[in-house]
């Protein structure tokens, strides 16, 4: 049982090392106005909605991913798995805006399918998003897209396209400046149904 001493009230310049660490880690492809694609990686990034399916990206402010998305209101969200952490810790560091970042990342670009925006072809899964609304917050961004293609690859997949974590094996960011990932464990079913 819990006792209220066993909780601590954290000092608010320690939040960003609590704050957001659950989301998966995923690599978001722009295009800029020379038709270069530019790669970052983002652990600011959720579903916001089903129906239509909608995600929210969470950008810093003078970031090349956010003056691409601002220019041509498209973006890819690309799903990194255990087997490209090195590759995609290159894409975090800051090229200039003429420099492909996964050139840099030794990574592939595949053809976007609904968007003129590349997919990273070593990403298992990959969300083609156009923009519904870009608002400020914070020394951010928040970016809402519209998702208007999913592709995925198929040994990540069930026949009835669920998602096979263990084949996956997302990565989840645990905390700014730290450079550390946590991986994926088990997966857990839980009945939902009142305690008795």
């Not at 800029?32 to 983002?42: F, I, L, R, S, V």
């Not at 208007?148 to 263990?166: A, N, Q, Y």
Request: with cysteine.
């Amino acid at each position: 049982m819990q006792k209220e001493n066993d909780f601590v009230e954290i000092p608010s310049k320690f939040w960003d090392r609590v704050i957001g660490n659950y989301n998966p880690v995923v690599v978001v492809t722009t295009t800029n106005a020379d038709g270069e694609t530019n790669a970052a990686p983002y652990a600011m990034c959720m579903e916001v909605c089903h129906v239509p399916p909608l995600l929210a990206l969470s950008i810093g402010q003078n970031k090349d991913t956010y003056n691409n998305i601002k220019a041509n209101g498209e973006f890819t969200v690309n799903v990194v798995g255990q087997n490209i952490l090195r590759n995609m810790m290159v894409t975090a560091i800051r090229y200039p805006p003429e420099i492909n970042e996964l050139v840099e990342a030794r990574l592939s670009e595949l053809p976007g399918l609904k968007v003129s925006v590349k997919r990273v072809k070593e990403c298992m899964l990959h969300f083609e998003c156009v923009v519904e609304w870009i608002k400020a917050a914070g020394n951010h961004f928040v970016v809402l897209g519209k998702v208007v293609s999913v592709s995925g690859r198929r040994d990540v997949l069930t026949d009835d396209f669920r998602i096979k974590f263990e084949a996956l094996k997302p990565v989840h960011y645990v905390g700014r400046g730290t450079d550390t990932f946590i991986e994926s464990g088990k997966l857990v079913a839980v009945e939902r149904a009142p305690l008795e």
